[in-house]
């Protein structure tokens, strides 16, 4: 045997070994790892512009030195030491008061749970209330980080649709009579984003937002409320939020400082019923969040800078909102969308013929990132839910979403 086909076999042998050890570690993986691929994650590339993800723009990333030396310094015996599992309690205070600030919450610091960011607030909930088998309500689309969190409790999904005021209450309601009437359980609770959802960017109307809160205090079912994006508001009245308008404690409302300060801080919260979140409190494993990163941002708010720095931060996003719009406008014609008033996303609804993962998949190639709009609905294999895609505008500069907006527009017509 020459050493050439020696060293093939050898590989041969390895490969063959390692596909079985590959095999054996399968078998023994839980229901929720084996809906996932065995894939390392792709590595970031350079000179790509991304519409992918809500990242912030790295101008508006404030700068913290003052409130590390301060977290680092004065409050050592706090912050380098392990956190309170609820959250620091000055924390919790401010959010509290931050919160009925804001349309009118009736909360206290009780009412607060501190969070490694709002997904983990999300993940919480859900190891709160569910077990396998139960269902939930989202929206047709939802927001797709939460689509495998949801799926990896073994969650039945029922799809409620939306327009231009948000989630169809009436629509909901049907459901939840027609499941009533067929002996079926109601859902445990509904999900959704009502300030410029993710992905479409509409903003719930406030006659829906109370009928939805009657509803489910008619049908005892609870309401989950993702609010990233409350501040980043670009025009209108802010409405009162779903906690704001919760007289029966229905409402668990999840926040974060990430898309106002720095999505790498980790730090959000859960606000609700002082039983629920004392529950929640035992089921957190991570021995309390971060208290540096909590220190950093306390200060940091109780310094006066977190008002300007909203005012900041909407000047920006609403320069790439309207760069974003003019460039699909001029270069994606064909292409419906509704002009959001906030947040960080477009959707894009194209011609029935036109897939938008064929057309993320080619951008891909031209180095534009994006996400393609099948991964926002919880049923998958629908051929129709194709012809939709989001597009971020809240990383890239000016300059970037006009060029990556022009190379999307070449991928398009070269589809046809």
């Not at 101008?59 to 977290?71: F, M, Q, S, W, Y």
């Not at 859900?126 to 139960?134: M, S, T």
């Not at 960017?201 to 409350?230: H, K, N, Q, W």
């Not at 609403?318 to 001029?330: G, I, K, N, S, Y």
């Amino acid at each position: 045997m020459n050493s050439e086909s020696g060293l093939a076999t050898a590989k041969t042998e390895a490969n063959e070994s390692f596909n079985e050890a590959t095999a054996n570690h399968d078998k023994l993986l839980a229901g929720r790892a084996r809906q996932l691929s065995a894939a390392a994650p792709a590595a970031a590339g350079t000179h790509v512009t991304s519409f992918d993800s809500g990242h912030a723009f790295p101008g508006v990333l404030p700068d913290l030195t003052a409130e590390a030396d301060a977290a680092l310094g004065q409050y050592r015996p706090e912050t380098l030491q392990y956190a309170p599992r609820p959250g620091l309690a000055e924390l919790r205070k401010w959010i509290a008061e931050y919160m009925r600030a804001d349309g009118g919450c009736h909360l206290e610091a009780e009412n607060v749970l501190v969070t490694n960011g709002a997904k983990h607030a999300l993940e919480l909930v859900c190891r709160l209330l569910l077990d396998p088998g139960d269902a939930i309500v989202v929206t047709t689309p939802t927001y797709f980080t939460a689509i495998p969190i949801f799926r990896s409790f073994g969650v039945e999904f029922i799809e409620i649709s939306q327009d231009s005021e948000g989630l169809c209450v009436a629509q909901l309601e049907e459901v939840l009579m027609s499941r009533s009437r067929a002996g079926l359980r109601l859902p445990k609770f509904i999900y959704d984003v009502p300030d410029f959802h993710n992905p479409t960017g509409v903003t719930m109307s406030r006659g829906r937002r109370e009928a939805l809160i009657a509803l489910a205090e008619r049908s005892r079912i609870l309401l989950v409320e993702d609010s990233p994006y409350r501040k980043v508001r670009f025009e209108g009245d802010s409405l009162p939020s779903w906690k704001a308008l919760d007289e029966g404690n229905s409402v668990l409302s999840l926040g974060t400082f990430s898309k106002l300060l720095a999505p790498g801080m980790r730090v959000g919260w859960v606000a609700g019923s002082p039983a629920l979140i004392n529950r929640m409190i035992q089921l957190k494993s991570d021995g309390g969040s971060c208290p540096l990163t909590q220190r950093m941002i306390l200060e940091f708010c109780k310094g006066g800078r977190l008002e300007g720095h909203i005012a900041r931060v909407q000047q920006v996003y609403r320069e790439h909102r309207d760069c974003m719009v003019a460039a699909v406008r001029r270069e994606l014609p064909e292409a419906a969308m509704t002009v959001p008033h906030g947040g960080y996303y477009v959707w894009l609804t194209l011609p029935e013929h036109v897939d938008g993962d064929l057309l993320a998949l080619r951008a891909q190639q031209r180095s534009v990132i994006f996400i393609p709009g099948s991964k926002f609905f919880a049923a998958a294999g629908v051929a129709s839910r194709k012809r939709y895609i989001r597009l971020a505008y809240s990383h890239a500069t000016p300059q970037e979403i006009d060029e990556g907006v022009k190379i999307l527009g070449e991928v398009y017509r070269a589809l046809d």
